[in-house]
Nanobody, 125 residues
Framework: QVQLAESGGGSVQPGGSLRLSCAAS????????MAWFRRAPGKEREGVAT????????LYANSVKGRFTISQDNAKNTVYLQMNSLKPEDTAMYYC??????????????????WGQGTQVTVSS
């Protein structure tokens, strides 16, 4: 079975940093499309960043570009989201998602078959 295990959420002050982790198991990690999504209060689910585990691209939402970095460690079957210069607007539940096939658009939640349980990120002064 496919499992995604998220960790790294927490509470930080504005301007702080946090690193989220998504450990994948039960599928062919080296050739998959993975992404981070978030859902903030009063907002729809938003694609934050995506990475192809076989290499080739990383993409970001405009709202986080320049502040967040998605990366991976293939030896550990883990994808990371490094979040710097955090703002209160970044407060949300963050989810890891994955699929073996390319979808119509990386930021479309329906294109991902596998999801983690989410980890809460809270940014407040």
């Amino acid at each position: 079975q496919v499992q995604l295990a998220e960790s790294g959420g927490g509470s930080v002050q504005p301007g702080g940093s946090l690193r989220l982790s998504c450990a994948a198991s039960g599928y062919h990690y080296s050739s998959n499309y993975m992404a981070w999504f978030r859902r903030a209060p009063g907002k729809e689910r938003e694609g934050v960043a995506t990475i192809y585990t076989g290499g080739g691209y990383e993409l970001y939402a405009n709202s986080v570009k320049g502040r967040f970095t998605i990366s991976q460690d293939n030896a550990k079957n883990t994808v990371y989201l490094q979040m710097n210069s955090l703002k209160p607007e970044d407060t949300a539940m963050y989810y890891c998602a994955a699929d073996r096939r390319r979808g119509s658009a990386w930021y479309e939640p329906d294109d991902y078959a596998f999801w983690g349980q989410g980890t809460q990120v809270t940014v407040s002064s």
